[in-house]
């Protein structure tokens, strides 16, 4: 089951650990490359999708298929721009964010920026696992980008050593520190729980404030509410706070709280009782040296009676046999747990730890650094005063400022379709997007990249079965005697004319032909990028620069791809001349030829 099937994870680009599939099968490919990235990023390498060509099936989204961004550089510049701008008007700065992912990206954007500049506006990092989150960050280096790892190899300098952000775990924490412009990253990106929802409650009625979005909202949410054009003024929230039981109300959980424990040890004791009877009742007529019977001790009072049950529970605990046992044995019990294709079938009741076996005074919690809790749940696990959260429906005026700034890590529409022409799957699939960028990307694909595009609606299955056949066959000693082979890259290619046979063994085989073979058309095999063939051009000193999306060559010629179907096109222009066979020499030394 599953031989001959090979799973390999490639880089996505788009989080920290976010991978492409490729799964191959009698030598063709599979591709599942949802939510990629080609943008190298500070902490992440771009995608290696485009290094994949003419897979047989591509499974992709068409969630940012209407999107198109601007450059890093100048998008970066902007962001910053509209922080600074808010701080210096002696603004606060709240950055709705995930706990773990694209959040990384701002991070850094930040802690390089006002390392550079030296400011001193203070930044928060807010949520409940925000130490632990960077303490595993730092120990993934080798998963991020080249200049965040050969940083660290060459000066041990981790990029995730934070000297601009601090880490806070509660909100209490940031109460203790001045007021002041400052910039809180806080979680969750929605708004609709987390710290990021409580400080809009306080922020969002302050003009000087911004409230700036690194990511699109889900649909239903508070987030997307506030990124529509134009925003809403006022916005109804519900604030939830918990608070000490007191009074009648903690009189009445602690009554109730005893009545359970009391419940539960009758409960137990009834158990109990009924194991040790069944385990013992049948086995005390036994003539075993071994057992003490007081069935027939009547003289005993019944204090006695109770300590010979007390003695006669600790002498057969362990020594009791079986009705099939000739001698007294110690019990075995054999392990007839249950297994899976994962393991072991855990029982999680085994592993739940009871209340009296709970000391709080004796529990070690561990920290980082400073001694704080890794964890915010934690506090709530030392906290066993009795409480109970109130909830409150307000309204919030909506005056603070709002924006939008795409940090999601996802190429946009134009590089997606480059992208996919440059693939060029035999078929496509598309899923996860809205209904228009998904129909939009669609006709694209059907007219640019390949005659076969699915887009499955939900619960909806498709049949995307390759129309191939792959067959095994054998080279010959004598077929293989002739064959020229020409290396390219990690592998080596060659032209072959031959006929199908069959071996002994009744497997195909291919043989030499029993005539000339005809003569093909030359074909050449390779893969070139406009940007590496004008550096080569430049160094032959071929005077060469981009234009209008083509390479111009020196004063006539030029070069530009084609869109064919699955098939790297590249036009050459220009009239004949020496220059133009020179160029074109040139670009032929690039492939190999067959």
Wanted: aromatic residues 8%; negative net charge; hydrophobic residues 40%.
């Amino acid at each position: 089951k599953g031989e001959g099937i090979v799973i390999a994870p490639h880089v996505a680009g788009h989080l920290l650990g976010g991978t492409v599939w490729k799964i191959t099968k009698d030598g063709e490919d599979v591709i599942y490359a949802v939510d990629f990235n080609h943008r190298k990023e500070r902490h992440l390498n771009g995608t290696v999708l485009e290094s994949f060509v003419r897979p047989a099936v591509l499974i992709t989204d068409a969630y940012n298929a209407l999107n198109n961004q601007p450059s890093r550089r100048q998008r970066d510049q902007e962001f910053l721009d509209s922080i600074l701008k808010t701080l210096r008007a002696d603004g606060n700065v709240l950055l709705p964010v995930d706990t773990a992912g694209r959040v990384l990206e701002l991070i850094l954007i930040l802690e390089e920026f006002w390392a550079q500049h030296h400011l001193t506006y203070p930044i928060f990092f807010l949520t409940y696992i925000t130490s632990s989150t960077i303490d595993y960050v730092k120990s993934f280096l080798e998963w991020m980008s080249d200049s965040v790892a050969k940083s660290f190899e060459h000066t041990r300098d981790n990029a995730f050593l934070l000297k601009n952000v601090t880490l806070l775990i509660n909100k209490s924490e940031l109460e203790k520190f001045p007021d002041g412009p400052k910039v809180v990253l806080a979680s969750m990106a929605s708004l609709e729980a987390g710290f990021s929802h409580d400080i809009f409650i306080e922020w969002a009625a302050d003009v000087k404030n911004l409230v700036l979005f690194t990511e699109r909202g889900q649909f239903g949410t508070l987030a997307r509410m506030l990124q529509a054009d134009p925003p809403p003024k006022a916005v109804k929230m519900t604030l939830s706070k918990r608070i000490p039981l007191v009074g009648d109300e903690l009189a009445a959980y602690e009554e109730e709280q005893n009545r359970i424990k009391k419940e539960e040890a009758l409960k137990a004791n009834l158990i109990k009782g009924e194991e040790s009877k069944a385990a013992h009742g049948s086995d005390l007529a036994m003539d075993d040296p071994m057992i003490i019977d007081t069935s027939n001790t009547h003289a005993l009072s019944d204090v006695a009676a109770q300590h010979s049950s007390v003695c006669r529970d600790i002498l057969i605990d362990g020594f009791v046999p079986p009705s099939s046992s000739v001698a007294p044995m110690f019990p075995f019990y054999e392990n007839s747990s249950e297994w899976d294709d994962f393991g072991e079938v855990i029982n999680p009741d085994e592993y739940i730890i009871k209340e009296e076996d709970m000391d709080p005074g004796v529990m070690q919690v561990g920290g980082d650094l400073s001694g704080k809790l890794d964890e915010g749940p934690a506090s709530l696990i030392l906290d066993t005063a009795p409480s109970k959260v109130v909830t409150n429906e307000l309204t919030v005026q909506v005056k603070c400022s709002l924006s939008y700034m795409d940090f999601e890590g996802r190429s946009d529409g134009r590089s997606m379709k480059s992208i996919l022409a440059h693939v060029a799957p035999l078929k496509l699939v598309l899923v996860h997007g809205s209904a228009e960028a998904t129909e939009h990307l669609k006709q694209h694909c059907l007219k640019h990249v390949c005659p076969c595009v699915y887009a499955p609606q939900i619960e909806e299955t498709i049949d995307v079965t390759s129309d191939l056949c792959a067959y095994k066959v054998q080279l010959s000693e004598k077929f293989m005697s002739n064959v020229l082979f020409k290396k390219l890259g990690d592998y080596e290619i060659a032209w072959v004319d031959a006929e199908v046979g069959k071996t002994e063994s009744g497997m195909l085989s291919l043989l030499p032909l029993s005539k000339p073979p005809s003569p093909h058309k030359s074909v050449l095999v390779g893969d070139i990028k406009m940007a590496d063939f004008k550096q080569f051009l430049a160094s032959k000193g071929v005077q060469v620069e981009f234009a209008g999306g083509a390479l111009r060559c020196g004063e006539y010629v030029t070069l530009r791809k084609g869109s064919g179907a699955g098939i790297q096109q590249i036009i050459i222009e220009g009239p004949l001349s020496e220059e133009y066979y020179k160029i074109r020499e040139y670009l032929y030394s690039q492939f190999y030829s067959l």
